[in-house]
């Protein structure tokens, strides 16, 4: 099992950059693959990115693909989500997450480990 914790989230304005790490603590934190999602208000929660631990393959949401960029440290027990050229449609409530098994997903439903997430807002 894994416990996770995010932070890194903020104020930022349009154009503008943000970093968010997902501090994990617990073993065998090299074997999970992960996630990121977000929730808008009002709005369902959304897959944003993965990346599988076997191998390091990344997929994204198209509306965040060539922008975003998930990585993750494991000799640091934590992955990043680097966000570039934000966007006022950005602002949500972000979450990483971790499952087992060595390939990502998209569906929120396969994971089993949930950070409490951290606020990003982006402003014009």
């Known amino acids: 099992q894994v416990q996770l914790v995010e932070s890194g989230g903020g104020l930022v304005q349009t154009g503008g950059s943000l970093r968010l790490s997902c501090e994990a603590s617990g073993r065998s934190f090299s074997r999970y693959s992960m996630g990121w999602f977000r929730q808008a208000p009002g709005k369902e929660r959304e897959f944003v990115a993965t990346i599988d631990s076997y191998d390091g393959s990344q997929y994204y949401a198209d509306s965040v693909q060539g922008r975003f960029t998930i990585s993750r440290d494991n000799a640091k027990n934590t992955g990043y989500l680097q966000m570039n050229s934000l966007k006022p449609e950005d602002t949500a409530v972000y979450y990483c997450?971790?499952?087992?098994?060595?390939?990502?997903?998209?569906?929120?439903?396969?994971?089993?480990?949930w950070g409490q997430g951290t606020q990003v807002t982006v402003s014009s």
């Open positions: 997450a971790a499952k087992s098994g060595g390939f990502g997903s998209v569906r929120q439903y396969d994971y089993g480990y």
